[in-house]
């Protein structure tokens, strides 16, 4: 066995610890099965999703036509934010 240190603020330990103890798991328990299912899986086992309208597709589409426009000389210095 090998130890693992992770950070994070109290108030989220907390509220780890007691839902640990309330099904019946510690701490290294529960990060013991995530472990396992990321590797069962080869994914993390939840969606992981920002609410950033920067990381829409649809933004993330025109800022690499805009990186490809400025690789071909195109002058693409300012460009609109594009609101989801």
Sequence with gaps: M???SVRMDNTTKKEFEKFC???GLSISGAFNLFAKKVIREHRIPFEISSEDPF?????????LKNIEDMKNGIN???HELIEV
């Design 21 to 23: 103890k309330d099904v």
């Design 55 to 63: 990381y829409s597709e649809e933004n993330q589409k025109h800022l």
């Design 2 to 4: 090998m130890n693992v």
């Design 76 to 78: 693409c210095a300012e």
